[in-house]
């Protein structure tokens, strides 16, 4: 589904490369973790999936189309092929839940029937059925990310790339959030995560690829790779150096997450619904495909709250509300 051949990447004005030499393989309905820290490449690997970059040398090949032979007129419809999430959701502030998944399907020229009944069912599938009416304001950090993938697989593409999609996440949300994109993918869906999310890596036991200064170091199948095994160099408190296997650090019960308490609930109807506003009416009519064996995913229905701060470090914000429709 995606193959690197020897793919380097080195960025204009740049000594090193982002990516030098890369080569692997990623089947169709694969999930596949890319670790690696800070500035090691992985952004760049999701961008030469998206053909948002492209290589310096070697080649990159999606589906079978070789991207650099790919005409600029194809792009988008390689893009709609590929769902994509980000750390910071990149949500539309002034849609609600419903218009901002449904938009995905506007810019694609679905139809309102369509639109209505996909996006529900996708949402149901995210675990936010009853929440289609609410701002992304009135949403936890976890439930924004539930909508950022729901608008990413409304239009069931093969290929969903993740970049730190739980990097402003606390660890239990962020364990939720994976195991919703796992279920996404046993639908079929080939699924590549970057993250630095060391202790849901190890929890999922999944495929791992990981990056030192864009080389590929280590790509271990499902099952065989625990990043806690990995061994470091531990500073004693008296200054000695000691090589071996050094714990994550395990977050302390009733650690603040730097949410605020649960405001009232907002006013559910207080925002009309324009369900498929602005679809295109002649437009693909083109049933669904199937969803597989999902099951929604159950999530305590708990009262809308307004975020006051991030567990984590925020990358930098976005500048522009994106779509996963490019
Ligand atoms: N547009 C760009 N122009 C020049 N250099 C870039 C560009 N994008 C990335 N780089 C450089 O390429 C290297 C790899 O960056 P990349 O964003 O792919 O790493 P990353 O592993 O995703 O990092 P992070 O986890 O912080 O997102 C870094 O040295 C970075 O500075």
Same mark, same amino acid.
């Given at each position: 589904?995606?193959?690197?051949?020897?793919?380097?990447?080195? &960025?204009?004005?740049?000594?090193?490369?982002?990516?030098?030499?890369?080569?692997?393989?990623?089947?169709?309905?694969?999930?596949?973790?890319?670790?690696?820290?800070?500035?090691?490449?992985?952004?760049?690997?999701l961008q030469l999936v998206l053909r948002e970059q492209d290589p310096s040398q070697g080649r990159v090949l999606v589906a079978g189309r070789d991207l650099a032979r790919l005409p600029d007129r194809k792009v988008p419809?390689?893009?709609?092929?590929?769902?994509?999430?980000?750390?910071?959701?990149?949500?539309?502030?002034?849609?609600?839940?419903?218009?901002?998944?449904?938009?995905?399907?506007?810019?694609?020229?679905?139809?309102?029937?369509?639109?209505?009944?996909?996006?529900?069912?996708?949402?149901?599938?995210?675990?936010?059925?009853?929440?289609?009416?609410?701002?992304?304001?009135?949403?936890?950090?976890?439930?924004?990310?539930?909508?950022?993938?729901?608008?990413?697989?409304?239009?069931?593409?093969?290929?969903?790339?993740?970049?730190?999609?739980?990097?402003?996440?606390?660890?239990?949300?962020?364990?939720?959030?994976?195991?919703?994109?796992?279920?996404?993918?046993?639908?079929?869906?080939?699924?590549?995560?970057?993250?630095?999310?060391?202790?849901?890596?190890?929890?999922?036991?999944?495929?791992?690829?990981?990056?030192?200064?864009?080389?590929?170091?280590?790509?271990?199948?499902?099952?065989? &790779?625990?990043?806690?095994?990995?061994?470091?160099?531990?500073?004693?408190?008296?200054?000695?150096?000691?090589?071996?296997?050094?714990?994550?650090?395990?977050?302390?019960?009733? &650690?603040?997450?730097?949410?605020?308490?649960?405001?009232?609930?907002?006013?559910?109807?207080?925002?009309?619904?324009?369900?498929?506003?602005?679809?295109?009416?002649?437009?693909?009519?083109?049933?669904?495909?199937?969803?597989?064996?999902?099951?929604?995913?159950?999530?305590?229905?708990?009262?809308?709250?307004?975020?006051?701060?991030?567990?984590?470090?925020?990358?930098?914000?976005?500048?522009?509300?994106?779509?996963?429709?490019?």
């Amino acid at each position: 589904m995606i193959l690197f051949e020897n793919v380097t990447k080195t &960025y204009p004005k740049t000594k090193r490369p982002a990516l030098d030499g890369v080569s692997l393989e990623v089947p169709r309905g694969e999930f596949v973790f890319v670790v690696g820290k800070s500035g090691s490449g992985k952004s760049t690997m999701l961008q030469l999936v998206l053909r948002e970059q492209d290589p310096s040398q070697g080649r990159v090949l999606v589906a079978g189309r070789d991207l650099a032979r790919l005409p600029d007129r194809k792009v988008p419809a390689l893009r709609r092929e590929i769902g994509c999430v980000f750390q910071d959701f990149r949500l539309l502030p002034n849609k609600t839940v419903f218009q901002n998944v449904a938009y995905a399907l506007q810019v694609l020229g679905s139809s309102r029937s369509r639109i209505r009944q996909t996006v529900p069912e996708t949402l149901e599938l995210v675990g936010l059925a009853g929440k289609e009416k609410r701002l992304p304001h009135q949403l936890s950090g976890g439930e924004q990310q539930r909508v950022a993938i729901a608008r990413a697989f409304v239009n069931r593409p093969p290929i969903l790339l993740a970049d730190e999609p739980t990097g402003n996440l606390d660890p239990a949300t962020s364990l939720e959030i994976v195991q919703l994109l796992d279920r996404i993918h046993r639908t079929g869906t080939t699924v590549v995560m970057a993250t630095h999310d060391t202790a849901t890596v190890d929890a999922m036991r999944k495929r791992v690829i990981e990056l030192v200064d864009g080389v590929l170091i280590r790509d271990q199948q499902a099952g065989e &790779y625990t990043t806690g095994s990995i061994p470091r160099v531990h500073v004693g408190p008296d200054g000695t150096l000691t090589a071996g296997v050094v714990p994550e650090p395990e977050v302390p019960d009733g &650690y603040d997450d730097g949410l605020a308490e649960p405001a009232a609930p907002a006013s559910a109807g207080s925002s009309e619904v324009g369900e498929g506003d602005g679809a295109h009416e002649d437009a693909d009519e083109h049933a669904d495909e199937d969803a597989g064996e999902l099951a929604p995913i159950g999530r305590d229905a708990d009262a809308p709250r307004e975020r006051v701060g991030l567990f984590r470090r925020r990358r930098g914000a976005a500048t522009s509300p994106a779509t996963t429709a490019h």
